[in-house]
């Protein structure tokens, strides 16, 4: 069984080693504009990207403001997103952690990576911080587990044929974020107040026949990847057969595409916290 000291350390090296096969799933590439929309951008708008992964928001927000700047702890994204949009500002950093001045960013956005951080409390703190009075933050999470099949079916199947106790470190609970009171709250604790959030259905068509599922689960996230890899080897070929077996059920002419809705938060920094 591994053992990771702890839940950061492990999200950055599953991510470092995610890059060249994360892009290839677009489970993400699709919500991205749509999240940006609600940025409601002008031209002169500042904006700083956290958790940006090989860049698609960054490259989505710079066709209304050139004033943006990606960012993400994990050197592979940061060097996959460069190679990707050359012509645009991508540099290391850590959520939790930013280098930026106070009151520097008219606009901060992430998607799909608050659900990632070890400490997101340190994160929306880092947010407020940066945001000037005023400032927005826009961000997306995944649906809570039982509305999401990706999830959910991997939950059922590991506590029906596995175990969850197979050495991953404890993150944050999944759905801090995903659930509208308990987000208003955590946000709310670190000087930014909720001022929408929206449930929304969503489509991830995987382009592959469910046989692929076991690969999917391996190539788009961290946990999900721990999760299979780290399960007693005499299960997991009953854990994968069950996997693909479940996912039939969404196959659609040799491609499974599942229901995969989303949350987009927008907040607002109140008044002069730093
Ligand atoms: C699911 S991916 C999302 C990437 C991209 N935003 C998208 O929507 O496709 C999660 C990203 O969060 C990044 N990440 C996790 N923890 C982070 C942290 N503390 N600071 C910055 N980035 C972090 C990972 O490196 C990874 O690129």
Redesign the pocket.
């Given at each position: 069984m591994p053992i990771f000291s702890d839940f950061?350390s492990f999200?950055?090296d599953g991510?470092?080693q995610?890059?060249a096969t994360?892009g290839k799933w677009s489970?993400?590439?699709q919500?991205?504009p749509i999240a940006v929309e609600a940025l409601n951008l002008s031209s002169v708008d500042r904006v700083l990207?956290?958790?940006?992964?090989?860049g698609?928001?960054t490259s989505e927000i710079s066709k209304k403001t050139q004033d943006v700047l990606g960012?993400?702890?994990?050197d592979s994204?940061i060097t996959e997103a460069k190679a990707l949009y050359p012509d645009l500002e991508f540099e290391q950093?850590?959520?939790?952690n930013l280098k930026f001045s106070n009151n520097s960013f008219d606009k901060v956005f992430?998607?799909?990576?608050v659900l990632?951080?070890?400490h997101p409390d340190k994160?929306l703190r880092e947010v407020c911080r940066v945001l000037r009075p005023g400032g927005i933050f826009v961000f997306?999470v995944w649906a809570p587990v039982e509305k999401s099949p990706f999830f959910g079916i991997l939950s059922e199947v590991i506590s029906q044929l596995g175990s969850f106790d197979v050495g991953l470190p404890d993150g944050p609970p999944i759905d801090d974020f995903s659930v509208k009171d308990r987000a208003s709250t955590k946000l709310s604790a670190q000087g930014l107040l909720m001022t929408n959030f929206q449930m929304k259905d969503n489509v991830f068509d995987t382009g592959s026949p469910a046989s692929e599922i076991p690969k999917i689960y391996r190539e788009?996230?961290v946990r999900s990847k721990g999760l299979l890899d780290f399960q007693d080897q005499n299960k997991l070929p009953r854990i994968e057969t069950e996997l693909i077996s479940r996912f039939k059920e969404f196959e659609e002419e040799g491609t499974v595409k599942m229901p995969f809705p989303y949350v987009i938060v927008t907040a607002r920094k109140e008044q002069q916290h730093y």
């Open positions: 950061k999200e950055k991510w470092e995610r890059a994360y489970a993400t590439s919500i991205v990207e956290l958790a940006c992964g090989p698609y928001g960012t993400d702890f994990a994204m950093a850590d959520a939790e992430c998607t799909f990576g990632h951080f070890a994160a997306t788009v996230g």
